[in-house]
């Protein structure tokens, strides 16, 4: 058998006898023969036809670096390199008189446009979003900070995927104690088959089991930007729109871009409204409980004849009738984010309006649970951040529970267990609820109220900057 | 073993609250209480809300204390009787000629009773006041409580709740003067009477009219938002109705020891409200005006301040003036001396504002 056959079978070997990989012997230069390898459904082959095209005429013409192109490399041939670079969705084409190969890298464009990211609508500002492909979100973030202190680092997650991925961050605003530390965790991820960003946000986290998000997730390349100029670092991915962004606190998940293209007064009060939404959407259930089963004497008298008659012919414990609309409320969200927006329409109308009043008709569920229960509904689905939100109507629940058991004093201790979570929370080795623990006092303004841009030359951040200024970038541009 | 403990530890715990549990359904807010009789053989009415008919109910009953008085009516609802968001308690005129902490010991020993209630005394039996309150669509405490306060803005009740004439009855310096109310001729509304007179715990049988109890309040530095004085103003043969309210008063007590003598001087500020002969502007009605007031004025206050001795009742809080500053003339037994005290009121009025007609 001769050499060119030889490598062709042992590259269909090598690459399992896959349908659409192309391995074939082409004509090359004066009487050579070469092999053509490339995966079909990974290369754009008209483009790759051109270029061969190019390297053919050069060929003609006898020049020295006929090889290189901006697309092209000429390097040893090996089976392992050649084997990783056709699964890149590169073209090789082996030489195998001169044990060369040449490798084209261009590569089937699977890209859908951008478009804005439909879990976080924003009413100003760029409507971009990021896709699924890690080198269209580079451009839209470079296109934002022309600046080479925007540093691009590349990792592959995945020991059998392979997929590839990017850190970034800018040099000189960043603490060299977080980089390393993502730097570590990005080292020490222990993932055979990576599919999907839940992944590897949970191997970046520091606590798994807390419920709330130490890394924030966005699909805007602004809020990235945002993010990146206050010196944290962004983790992309090839596959998912998602930006993980670190280290974050409590309050970067009420923020919006809204509120900083609005006008500053108007964005303070947006800002203060969201932040007052978390006490309703966490602790209204649970008062509503705790003053119909314990403390109704806060109830001023006017109001307590219509609760008194409200709640006299309900059947079940506070408790029960609350978690039976809670429930439905769940329901009523889960049923519109996986059913067609067309049908989605139909659920709100059947949950808000068809079940919202034949329960009460139905005696199952006095009307002030239905007001206390829509009001928290609303008041969690302010929160911008799609994780926080979700994580906001679950930990309602154990305050109902502590209400219905002690009333006002199970939603003191329950608020106590919950601030000790919070304050001893970190994300990326950085205090999770920062202005307020560890305090500081100029930093906190900052929480309730959007400041002016007039003030340009202040570097923002969200944790305090160490004591000691003077290892801090002399070199940042 | 490890299992059953925690078991055991955690349904400890969290069952531990379910005793406290009161449901608001299984209570009957009970907002207004009537009190009548005496030791022994108490009355007390409970009126609360039925919330299905819009009606207030009212649940009677016997017993020898205002606890037995509430057990007993216990007994007669379908629901407990809650009086945590309770508003006013009345207590008939013949009840507090015994000492009225009697009465109201029950409602310090709750700590879910509220203290910021109202105290009224009623003219007669509780049982008419309770019952007008039956077809009120609003809570019965609520009507009362209502009452009560605007009666208050317009400086004729004085502002007393529950916690501050508790303190008060236990108090020798000073006394109180709790609302006194009437029924109306249609036996359908309360009617405020003026202020029942206490020396210490028990009532004296003396009953200031509205107007002296507004007077009563001027002496002891409390006007309101409201208070309003009518005279009549007799020039060139016609008679002319005169209103003035009081915006602010001085009042400055200098006490003799040795002759046991206090003068009271008040300088009391007016704003006139009702003037139809108008020209005030002119400085010969202004003052006629002014020295009319006065004299009137000066009147009041002596004859409330000899009723108030006569009745050994110091809701001036002299007595307290009295221990403060002057302790070597104060003594045990407060009444007798307050009742032989000179108490030389002298009043100046001064007109300073004369309302948007110039």
């Known amino acids: 058998m001769d050499k060119v056959e030889y490598m062709i079978k042992s590259l269909q070997k090598a690459f399992y006898h896959s349908s659409d990989l192309t391995v074939r012997q082409i004509d090359w230069h004066e009487g050579d023969t070469a092999i053509l390898c490339f995966y079909a459904s990974l290369v754009d082959a008209k483009e790759v036809q051109k270029i061969l095209d190019t390297i053919y005429a050069r060929l003609d013409t006898e020049k020295p670096f006929w090889s290189e192109t901006l697309l092209t490399t000429l390097d040893n041939f090996a089976l392992p390199q050649a084997i990783e670079r056709v699964c890149q969705g590169e073209t090789l084409v082996i030489l195998p008189d001169t044990g060369k190969m040449l490798t084209l890298a261009i590569t089937n464009e699977v890209r859908r446009n951008l478009e804005e990211p439909n879990n976080e609508h924003i009413l100003r500002g760029s409507h971009e979003g990021l896709v699924e492909r890690a080198d269209t979100n580079l451009t839209l973030i470079r296109k934002r900070v022309n600046n080479p202190a925007l540093v691009v680092k590349s990792f592959t997650i995945g020991q059998q995927t392979n997929t590839k991925a990017y850190y970034l961050y800018m040099d000189g605003v960043i603490r060299p104690e977080t980089l390393q530390e993502m730097e570590k965790r990005i080292a020490d991820i222990k993932i055979d088959y990576f599919y999907s960003i839940g992944q590897l946000s949970d191997a970046l986290e520091d606590s798994v089991l807390s419920p709330f998000p130490q890394l924030l997730n966005t699909e805007h390349p602004d809020r990235v930007v945002a993010h990146l100029v206050e010196g944290k670092i962004v983790v992309m991915t090839n596959i998912s729109p998602s930006a993980l962004i670190g280290p974050v606190t409590f309050f970067s998940f009420y923020q919006t871009p809204d509120d900083y293209n609005s006008r500053v007064v108007v964005g303070s009060f947006y800002k203060i409204v969201r932040l007052l939404s978390f006490v309703t959407a966490v602790f209204l259930p649970a008062f509503y409980i705790a003053v119909i089963s314990f403390h109704f004497e806060v109830l001023p008298l006017e109001l307590s004849n219509q609760v008194k008659n409200d709640v006299n ?38 949950g808000g309006l068809v079940i919202g009043d034949a329960i009460v008709s139905a005696g199952l569920v006095s009307n002030l649970m239905v007001i206390v229960v829509a009001l928290t509904a609303i008041s969690s689905y302010v929160v911008p951040s799609v994780e926080l939100n979700s994580t906001i109507r679950m930990i309602r629940f154990p305050f109902m529970l502590l209400a219905s058991l002690f009333g006002f004093l199970g939603i003191v201790v329950g608020v106590v267990i919950l601030l000790i979570h919070l304050i001893s ?53 | 073993m490890y299992r059953k403990g925690i078991m055991l530890l955690l349904s400890m715990l969290l069952l531990a609250g379910c005793w406290d549990e009161r449901l608001y359904k299984n209570a009957s807010v009970v907002t207004l209480v009537g009190v009548d009789g005496y030791i022994g053989a108490y009355k007390g009415y409970y009126a609360y809300p039925n919330t299905a008919a819009q009606q207030n109910e009212v649940i009677e009953a016997d017993g020898i204390s205002p606890r037995d008085v509430r057990n007993q009516a216990n007994l007669k609802v379908e629901q407990t009787l809650d009086l945590s968001e309770l508003s006013t308690i009345l207590v008939s005129d013949q009840t507090v000629r015994e000492p009225l902490y009697d009465i109201l010991d029950i409602y310090f020993r709750d700590p879910q009773n509220p203290i910021s209630i109202k105290i009224a005394v009623t003219e007669g039996d509780v049982k008419p006041f309770i019952e007008l309150t039956k077809d009120l669509a609003g809570g019965a405490g609520g009507y009362y409580e209502r009452f009560m306060e605007s009666t208050e803005e317009n400086t004729i009740f004085p502002k007393l709740d529950l916690q501050t004439v508790g303190s008060m009855l236990f108090e020798q310096t000073i006394d109180i003067a709790l609302p006194y109310i009437q029924l109306s001729e249609d036996k359908k509304h309360a009617v405020a009477a003026g202020v029942a007179l206490f020396s210490g715990q028990t009532f004296t049988g003396t009953i200031l009219t509205p107007k002296q109890s507004l007077t009563m309040l001027l002496l002891m530095n409390q006007p309101s938002k409201q208070a309003r004085m009518s005279y009549m103003w007799k020039h060139d043969g016609k008679s002319m109705p005169i209103t003035a309210d009081v915006i602010h008063i001085k009042r400055q007590w200098t006490v003799n020891e040795e002759l046991k003598r206090i003068d009271m001087d008040y300088l009391i500020e007016v704003e006139i409200e009702e003037f139809a002969h108008d020209h005030l502007y002119k400085d010969p009605v202004f003052k006629e005006v002014q020295q009319l007031i006065q004299d009137h004025v000066q009147a009041e206050f002596e004859e409330v301040l000899r009723i108030l001795q006569g009745q050994q009742s110091d809701t001036l809080g002299i007595g307290r003036y009295i221990r403060a500053y002057h302790p070597k003339m104060f003594q045990k037994d407060w009444h007798a001396v307050y009742a032989s005290l000179q108490l030389v009121p002298s009043v100046q009025v001064k007109i300073i504002r004369t309302g948007v007609l110039r």
């Open chain 1, 425 to 477: 929370l970190t994300s990326l080795k950085q205090p999770y609820f920062s202005p307020i623990v560890p305090f500081q006092p100029k930093a906190v303004y900052k929480i309730f109220l959007r400041w002016p841009f007039i003030r340009p030359t202040v570097q923002v951040t969200s944790f305090q900057p160490p004591k000691d200024e003077k290892g801090k970038n002399e070199d940042t541009p």
């Open chain 1, 313 to 350: 012919d309900i059947p079940y414990r506070p408790l029960i009738e609350a978690l039976i609309l809670e429930i439905i409320m769940e329901l009523i969200r889960e049923s519109s984010i996986r059913l067609p927006q067309s049908v989605g329409q139909t659920i709100g109308i059947v």
